[in-house]
């Protein structure tokens, strides 16, 4: 039995369609998550995470993005609609409805993150 060409290269096609828009995502995903740590870090010290951390990972989640004007810009209005989330001058008691609904995620990015950007060898075992 032959199998045609065909049926193999449309399936080329969809694998890298689908390659695209998942490596598309993960970029979405680091800006998203660089704009919410900016977010923290205009708010202050949170409890776990001082000022100076976030904005630490926010950077760390840039770079493992791509560094680049179009992102600095994405991370800018991302800012901006996460600040929309928050009630009332930014604080941490402000910011806690924001962290319950991003944090999980955001730490999970930022482990890898984080080993890219500052080369910490602790940040990047297992």
């Not at 205009?42 to 493992?64: C, E, F, N, T, W």
Request: some cysteine.
């Amino acid at each position: 039995m032959r199998i045609s060409p065909m049926p193999l290269a449309f399936c080329a096609i969809f694998t890298c369609i689908s390659l695209t828009a998942q490596a598309e995502t993960q970029k979405e995903r680091d800006l998203h998550c660089a704009a919410y740590y900016e977010v923290l870090s205009v708010a202050g010290d949170q409890p776990d995470i001082s000022r100076k951390q976030s904005s630490k990972a926010s950077y760390a989640l840039l770079v493992h993005a791509g560094y680049t004007p179009q992102a600095q810009d994405y991370v800018a209005q991302k800012m901006v609609d996460l600040h929309k989330e928050t009630t009332g001058p930014m604080t941490p008691a402000s910011t806690a409805k924001l962290r319950e609904k991003y944090d999980a995620e955001c730490k999970v990015l930022l482990k890898a993150a984080w080993c890219e950007a500052y080369k910490d060898p602790g940040a990047c075992e297992g």
